[in-house]
């Protein structure tokens, strides 16, 4: 049970391109919103669909993955842990930060063709 104290696994299709980043020294992150939905049929029978989106973040060997795989609408499902932090900005007001930090990826849907 202690490997499951903070872990996450999410099937979704990505919101957007994913924004590389290239530290010193090579290190690559990789940050990518994700969104989820659930769909279920209210009192009235009417057909409701509520989409969640999270952040993700992925780093070295998986950060290089995601830059040469990933694409907006791709559907993936992710295993990662959530992440807590602050910072503050141009305004100097402190603001906080929910992220998932990606451990695994598989990315699901057929191939996209190569043009």
């Not at 009192?43 to 290089?64: M, S, Y």
């Not at 499902?77 to 007001?93: F, T, W």
Request: charged fraction near 30%.
């Amino acid at each position: 049970m202690y490997a499951l104290k903070n872990k996450v696994q999410l099937i979704g299709n990505l919101g957007n391109a994913p924004e590389i980043k290239t530290f010193d020294g090579g290190r690559k992150m990789a940050r990518f919103s994700m969104a989820t939905s659930e769909s279920y049929r209210n009192t009235k029978g009417e057909k409701v669909t509520e989409t969640q989106w999270h952040n993700l973040v992925a780093w070295g060997k998986l950060a290089e993955i995601v830059e040469k795989f990933l694409t907006k609408g791709k559907e993936i499902a992710i295993e990662g842990k959530l992440i807590n932090r602050s910072y503050n900005n141009k305004e100097g007001e402190k603001k906080y930060i929910t992220e998932i930090q990606v451990n695994d990826l598989l990315m699901l849907g057929s191939r996209q063709p190569e043009a």
